[in-house]
């Protein structure tokens, strides 16, 4: 079954550092991952992405030199390091991936077939 299992959520204080992990079950054969994120009450948005050469990434504006995704292809694993935290980051976060690879990284959720469980992350002020 192809699937993908997130986890390391948890409750921080702003300012604190999280590493989420995702672990492709190998069969969804995507070349292309992404972490979203929805905030309570909101849309689900766009995060990261990396192509799974680990030489292509993508950051959305509000995380961007605070958050760095990573690949470790032997363990099938995408990691999204997040530092400096905020409690506008506070989220379920998403880890999803795509076997189709166009020239630009997607950041839609239509984009992603496979998505993991969801793990929640809240930031305390």
Same mark, same amino acid.
């Not at 689900?44 to 605070?66: C, M, P, Q």
């Given at each position: 079954?192809?699937?993908?299992?997130?986890? +390391?959520?948890?409750? !921080?204080?702003?300012?604190?550092?999280?590493?989420?992990?995702?672990?492709?079950?190998?069969?969804?054969?995507?070349?292309? $991952?992404? &972490? @979203?994120?929805?905030?309570? +009450?909101?849309?689900?948005?766009? !995060?990261?992405?990396?192509? &799974?050469?680990?030489? /292509?990434?993508? $950051?959305?504006?509000?995380?961007?030199?605070? @958050?760095?995704?990573?690949?470790? /292809?032997?363990? /099938?694993?995408?990691?999204?390091?997040?530092?400096?935290?905020?409690?506008?980051?506070?989220?379920?976060?998403?880890?999803?991936?795509?076997?189709?690879?166009?020239? +630009?990284?997607?950041?839609?959720?239509?984009? $992603?077939? $496979? &998505?993991?469980? +969801?793990?929640?992350?809240?930031?305390?002020?």
């Amino acid at each position: 079954q192809a699937q993908l299992v997130d986890s +390391g959520g948890g409750s !921080v204080q702003a300012g604190d550092s999280l590493r989420l992990s995702c672990v492709d079950s190998g069969r969804t054969a995507s070349v292309v $991952y992404g &972490w @979203f994120r929805q905030p309570p +009450g909101k849309e689900r948005e766009f !995060v990261a992405a990396i192509k &799974w050469t680990g030489d /292509n990434t993508l $950051y959305a504006d509000s995380v961007k030199g605070r @958050f760095t995704i990573s690949r470790d /292809n032997p363990k /099938n694993a995408v990691y999204l390091q997040m530092n400096s935290l905020k409690p506008e980051d506070t989220a379920i976060y998403f880890c999803a991936g795509t076997a189709q690879f166009a020239v +630009g990284l997607p950041s839609r959720s239509v984009d $992603y077939p $496979y &998505w993991g469980q +969801g793990t929640q992350v809240t930031v305390l002020s």
